[in-house]
C-alpha cells in the first residue's frame, strides 16, 4: 500500500473501513495500531489510498486484506459518508470514503502492510477522549453508529452479527450493545416475535425471516 504522496500532489482519495461486530454484549470496531507516521501508534480504522484505476469498494476490500488479513464480501460493506475537512490529514487534502460493515463474531485478523497491530476494540473506549485516534475516525465511527441504531429500529440488520441459529437473548444482546441500554427481556421478545416475518422459531432457537424491514418497527426508546 503506497502511504506518502509526492511534494507536488497535495490531494488524494482515501477509503476507511469501519468494522463492527458484538462481543460480550459490548460493540467492537476492527482497529489497527499505525506503525508509520502520521499517527504513528495511534488507533485507526483500517484504510488507505485508491490507486489509479480502482473503484472505492475494491480499494476497501483490498485495505482490508492488506491491513487486517480479512476478506469481506462487497455486499456486506455500506457507505457510510464522505470526509473531507481541511486539515483531517497532515499529509494535504485528503478526501476520504468511508464505509461499515457487520460480522458475526470477532474474526481473527493479523496485522499487515503498515499496521503495527490490529485489534477489535470496544466503540466506547475508542470514542473516549484517552484514546488516541488518527484523522477524523472517531466521527466516522461515531456516524455509523448513529446510522446504526436508527437502521435497528426498522430494518432487520441485526441478525448480520449473529450466526444463522440464535436466541431471543442473542439478539437482544445486539440490541442492548449498539444502544447502549438494558432492554426488559419480556417486552423486548414480544416486539421483535410482533414484527411479522422478522425472525421463524426452530425448537429452542430462531433464524432469520423473510422480511428485511420490520412492521411496525421496534421503537427505540430515548
Do not use: C, N
Not at 492488506?66 to 483531517?88: F, K, T
Request: no cysteine; hydrophobic share 45%; charged share 25%.
Amino acid at each position: 500500500m503506497t502511504t506518502t504522496l509526492p511534494a507536488r500532489l497535495r490531494t488524494g482519495l482515501t477509503v476507511d473501513i469501519a468494522l463492527f461486530t458484538v462481543h460480550d454484549r459490548r460493540l467492537h470496531v476492527l482497529a489497527i495500531r499505525r506503525g508509520k507516521p502520521p499517527y504513528r501508534g495511534a488507533v485507526a480504522l483500517p484504510g488507505g489510498f485508491v490507486e489509479k484505476g480502482e473503484a472505492v469498494i475494491g480499494a476497501a476490500l483490498r485495505e482490508l486484506g492488506e491491513e487486517a488479513g480479512l476478506a469481506v464480501p462487497a455486499a456486506d460493506l455500506e457507505r457510510v459518508g464522505v470526509y473531507g475537512a481541511r486539515g483531517r490529514d497532515p499529509r494535504g487534502w485528503m478526501i476520504s470514503v468511508a464505509f461499515a460493515g457487520y460480522v458475526p463474531e470477532a474474526v481473527a485478523a493479523r496485522a499487515g502492510s503498515d499496521a503495527r497491530a490490529v485489534e477489535w476494540v470496544p466503540v466506547d473506549v475508542l470514542r473516549s477522549p484517552g484514546t488516541e485516534v488518527a484523522f477524523d475516525h472517531r466521527a466516522i465511527v461515531r456516524d455509523a453508529v448513529t446510522t446504526f441504531r436508527d437502521r435497528l429500529q426498522y430494518t432487520a440488520v441485526a441478525l448480520d452479527f449473529l450466526p444463522s441459529e440464535f436466541t431471543l437473548d442473542e439478539l437482544r444482546g445486539v440490541y442492548e450493545a449498539v444502544w447502549g441500554r438494558p432492554l426488559g427481556a419480556r417486552g423486548f421478545a414480544d416486539a421483535v416475535l410482533g414484527a411479522g416475518g422478522f425472525v421463524e422459531r426452530h425448537g429452542a432457537v430462531y433464524r432469520r425471516g423473510a422480511s428485511a424491514v420490520l412492521v411496525p418497527p421496534i421503537a427505540r426508546r430515548r
